[in-house]
């Protein structure tokens, strides 16, 4: 079946510091992949779609020069939190859409980061 | 927001007994998806029910949904230990982006 890669799963940094977290697409091609964030206890809220090839579409209220978003290839999106503070810290998770296996939508395993 | 709502928030029950969870949203949707989450983890794909679709089984798992109401139930039979999670409800919206929504989510706690 579709796998999603999410690197890293955990991550500790420096308040102003810049985080990258990378999904890949293991075994299909995904043209869109999907950026959530979630706080303790409560649900995924989408943060931006990644496409390839061109710009991310953000959600409002999403910061896009805080939330770099970046799709060069079918296969890898990622997104770097730049001068990260510790109200960033949260669960990342991405997601992306294998056309081929139908309507169902493959996620990583989260990036649990932590800004002190 | 676009985001649907779930109740209830929390359920806690025995072994072998059932689990229901309902899950409201509030615009037209093409499918209606029911997701897993075990602490800290990414979430498992579940069960998707389409819009012109009122029920759907798969093995445990009962899904109904009802478009004029705009509500979904996602029904666990004979639930285990195991069951415990997060459940959440997600609704596929339409046009070039195809994003998925989700529901505000119910933590399950099946004891032993």
């Known amino acids: 079946g579709a796998v999603v890669s999410q690197h890293p799963s955990w991550v500790i940094c420096k308040s102003g510091t810049s985080v990258k977290i990378e999904c890949r697409s293991l075994?299909?091609?995904?043209?869109?992949m999907f950026w959530y964030r979630q706080f303790p206890k409560q649900s995924l809220m989408l943060m931006a779609t990644?496409?390839?090839?061109?710009?991310?579409?953000?959600e409002q209220g999403v910061e896009k020069d805080k939330f770099l978003i970046n799709h060069a290839s079918l296969t890898l999106s990622t997104l770097t939190v730049t001068s990260a503070h510790p109200e960033d810290s949260s669960f990342y998770i991405c997601?992306?859409?294998?056309?081929?296996?139908?309507?169902?939508?493959?996620f990583g395993s989260g990036t649990r980061l932590t800004v002190v | 927001s676009q985001q649907g709502e779930e109740d209830p928030q929390a359920l806690s029950i025995q072994e072998g007994e059932n689990a229901t969870m309902n899950c409201s949203y509030k615009?037209?949707?093409?499918?209606l998806q029911w997701y897993r989450q075990n602490s800290g983890r990414g979430l498992v794909h579940l069960i998707l029910?389409?819009?012109?679709?009122r029920e759907k089984h798969s093995g445990r798992l009962r899904v109904t949904l009802d478009t004029s109401k705009k509500s979904s139930s996602l029904l666990i039979t004979a639930s285990r230990a195991a069951d415990t999670a997060s459940y959440f409800c997600?609704?596929?919206?339409?046009?070039?982006?195809?994003?998925?929504?989700f529901g505000t989510g119910t933590l399950l706690a099946v004891q032993p």
């Open positions: 029910i389409r819009s012109n679709e």
């Open positions: 615009t037209s949707i093409n499918n």
């Open positions: 990644s496409n390839e090839g061109s710009k991310a579409t953000y």
């Open positions: 075994d299909f091609q995904a043209t869109t």
């Open positions: 997600a609704t596929r919206y339409g046009g070039a982006t195809n994003k998925l929504i």
């Open positions: 997601s992306a859409r294998d056309q081929k296996v139908g309507y169902g939508y493959t």
